[in-house]
């Protein structure tokens, strides 16, 4: 009598052992951390694309605070837009850091071209342009900027500040 191959009766335990496939529960587990491991990536990708967001808004907020402060600093010393007008100091920082409009140096209304106290708007996003003046800070002959912008992200407020320190040139 002849036996075939294909019809031999395997036990259970030459089974498990067996190159011919895998068991459902093999698959199912399989699946199972595979789908773990898409949806821990998703998570990442989500916190990435929120951190760029929020990071392209602090690079925005930067580059008109360098700008305001550049033509700020390009001023003659003596321009309306570079004078302390808070005459109280409060302390030693003569209100740098004032953020507020009715307690910055900002005039209502600038005389220099470019700057703004109003709202500027910039890749979809609006800020608010603040700068403070301390005479004589650190020392005599020096003023002293700080140009504060605040802006509002996924209803968080924003600030980001730039400071120099200009010399009186004679």
Known sequence: MKTD?????QNSKSRI????????????????????GVLALATMQIATIRGTEQASGTTEAAVVASRT????????????????????????????????AGTTDAPANP????????????????FNVFWN?????????????KVTVVYTERGATRRVAVQRVIPRII
Do not use: C, M
């Open 5 to 9: 191959s294909k019809f031999k009766i």
């Open 17 to 36: 052992h067996s190159p011919s496939g895998f068991t459902l529960i093999e698959v199912l587990i399989g699946v199972t951390i595979f789908a773990v």
């Open 69 to 100: 402060l550049e033509i700020l600093a390009s001023l003659p010393w003596a321009h309306a837009d570079v004078q302390n007008t808070n005459t109280t100091a409060d302390g030693t920082n003569y209100g740098l850091d004032n953020t507020d």
């Open 111 to 126: 005389t220099a071209t470019g700057l703004a106290r109003a709202p500027v708007n910039a890749a979809g996003q609006t």
């Open 133 to 145: 003046v301390a005479p004589s800070v650190p020392i005599a002959n020096t003023k002293t900027v």
